[in-house]
């Protein structure tokens, strides 16, 4: 197993930026995936980002332009960079991790993953 520790939520304006860090201890996979979800109350999770082990990419259409995944030279932490943040981006934000059986893109179910961290609370004021 894989533990995830998210980290950098808080609370900040409508289009002010936020950047959320996922470190990974544990068992690395040689060929993984690892995403960010989000879950505002009320409504199911939902894919953010995601980045495999070679450094493909995919975002929510939501979010395209606004956010950035990207992956340390280790590949063990997994930072999302937000800007230009809208009201509509406040939920949960989970941070999420599995081998080569997940299909990684954002269209991902979540019970594909098996490792998921605690989560970080984003909240953006209007």
């Known amino acids: 197993d894989v533990a995830l520790v998210e980290s950098g939520g808080g609370s900040v304006q409508a289009g002010g930026s936020l950047r959320l860090s996922c470190g990974a201890n544990g068992v690395i996979y040689s060929s993984y995936c690892m995403a960010w979800y989000r879950q505002a109350p009320g409504k199911d999770r939902e894919g953010v980002a995601t980045?495999?082990?070679?450094?493909?990419?995919t975002y929510a259409d939501s979010v395209k332009g606004r956010f950035f995944i990207s992956q340390d030279i280790t590949q063990t932490t997994v930072d999302l960079q937000m800007n230009n943040l809208k009201p509509e981006d406040t939920a949960m934000y989970y941070c999420?991790?599995?081998?080569?059986?997940?299909?990684?893109?954002?269209?991902?179910?979540?019970?594909?993953?098996?490792?998921w961290g605690q989560g970080t609370q984003v909240t953006v004021s209007s």
């Open positions: 999420a991790t599995d081998g080569p059986r997940v299909d990684c893109t954002v269209k991902a179910t979540v019970d594909e993953f098996n490792n």
């Open positions: 980045i495999d082990s070679e450094g493909v990419v």
